[in-house]
Each structure stands twice: as C-alpha cells, then as structure tokens.
C-alpha cells in the first residue's frame, strides 16, 4: 500500500508539472503576397501561397506564453508582370524560394471570463530558403531569359492577433521571409539582390493541452 501510495503520488506530482504545455497544429493562408527584390527594383507579387507547421509552447505566469515553433512555407510563383527598364519591356515568370522557418514564438492570452479568448503573438526566427526556383525574363523584342536563383537564409518574423475557442485557433498576422539571392545563368552569376517575401497570412489551428 506504501508503495502504491508513492508511485500514485510520484505520478501526481508529474502530472502537476506537466500542466500547462501545449502543442498547435496550424494551417496558413496568405493574401498580398510579395517578393520585395532589388533587381531592377522591382516588386512581384505572387500567387496562391500557404503553409502548414506546428508549436510548443509552455504556459508562463501573467497570461504569457513561450514557445517554439516550425513550418513548411510555400511562396508561390511570381505573377506575370511587366516592367520597364529604360527603352525596354519585360515581363517576369517562375517561382524563387519556400521556407522552413525554425522560430521562437511568445503570445499574450487577454483571459476573461468567456470561452473565447483573444491573443497577441510575436514569432523571431531563422529562415531556411530553399533555392530550387527559376526566374524568366520575357523581352519586348520577343527574347527569353531564364535565371537560376540561389537564395541564402536569412532572418524571418511574423506579429499578429488571433481568438482561440475550445482548443480551436484563428488569427491574422503579417510574416516576412529574408533573402539575398544570386540569379545564375548557366552557373555563372549575372546579379545579385536581395528577395524579401511579405504577406498578411490568416491562420487556422488547433491546440492540444497537457
């Protein structure tokens, strides 16, 4: 029975202390997505992009949370856009980069005395850019270009407010992806530029407690 009691009160005692952890699956969705790039100082938005990721995160005195979190971000491919560079045209095609950001992520619960519950959140990170994109060029004169990208890591952040509801997650936030990037022709590189990707994401989750 002395043992019993112990081993109960030891399975207690960790059931105690594991309180207040939590994991997040989460879905996003963005809108306004664009790669902010300097070659030809040109902005391209991009089309249909998303991401599927998961956090941990440990409760914290005063309504905080800190955690970690990691994602797969698809960027999307450049939409066709024409611009202009002194007495020529040129529209622009393809897709540069998708992350995986690796982040630390800190919310702000307004608890009160309802079941939804609003939130502030703030994620810092290290974006790993995966350079596996190409860029066309189309000439006015009817000539083609096609540039190899080779992004590099770089910074990533995201601030936003969501509500949670019995576990249930939603949110909006505004997340940025950083990146220099060569643009390769035939191995050799013809430019380089920095390639930052900016959008206002609307996210989905849900979270689990233990």
């Given at each position: 029975?002395?043992?019993?009691?112990?081993?109960?009160?030891?399975?207690?005692?960790?059931?105690?202390?594991?309180?207040?952890?939590?994991?997040?699956?989460?879905?996003?969705?963005?809108f306004g997505s664009t790669?902010?790039?300097?070659?030809?100082?040109?902005?391209?938005?991009?089309?249909?992009?998303?991401?599927?990721?998961?956090?941990?995160?440990?409760?914290?005195?005063?309504?905080?949370?800190?955690?970690?979190?990691?994602?797969?971000?698809?960027?999307?491919?450049?939409?066709?856009?024409s611009n202009y560079r002194g007495s020529y045209s040129y529209t622009t095609e393809g897709d540069l980069?998708?992350?995986?950001?690796?982040?630390?992520?800190?919310r702000y619960n307004f608890k009160n005395s309802s079941e939804i519950t609003p939130y502030v959140k703030v994620n810092l990170g290290y974006s790993i850019n995966m350079n596996d994109g190409t860029m066309k060029l189309?000439?006015?004169?009817?000539?083609?270009?096609?540039?190899?990208?080779?992004?590099?890591?770089?910074?990533?952040?995201?601030?936003?407010?969501?509500v949670t509801y019995k576990g249930f997650v939603a949110d909006l936030s505004y997340q940025a992806n950083y990146s220099d990037v060569d643009f390769k022709q035939n191995g050799r590189t013809v430019e380089s530029s920095s390639a930052d990707f900016n959008r206002v994401t609307l996210g989905l989750g849900y979270t689990f407690g233990f």
């Open positions: 029975m002395r043992k019993f009691l112990l081993v109960a009160g030891l399975l207690a005692s960790m059931a105690v202390y594991a309180e207040g952890n939590k994991v997040e699956v989460r879905a996003g969705f963005d790669f902010q790039h300097n070659y030809y100082d040109v902005s391209e938005d991009a089309k249909f992009s998303y991401e599927l990721g998961a956090e941990y995160r440990r409760e914290l005195p005063y309504n905080f949370e800190l955690g970690v979190g990691l994602a797969y971000q698809d960027h999307g491919k450049l939409k066709s856009k980069y998708d992350s995986i950001p690796l982040y630390v992520t800190g189309k000439y006015n004169d009817g000539s083609e270009t096609n540039l190899d990208v080779d992004a590099k890591n770089g910074f990533y952040y995201g601030v936003g407010a969501g």
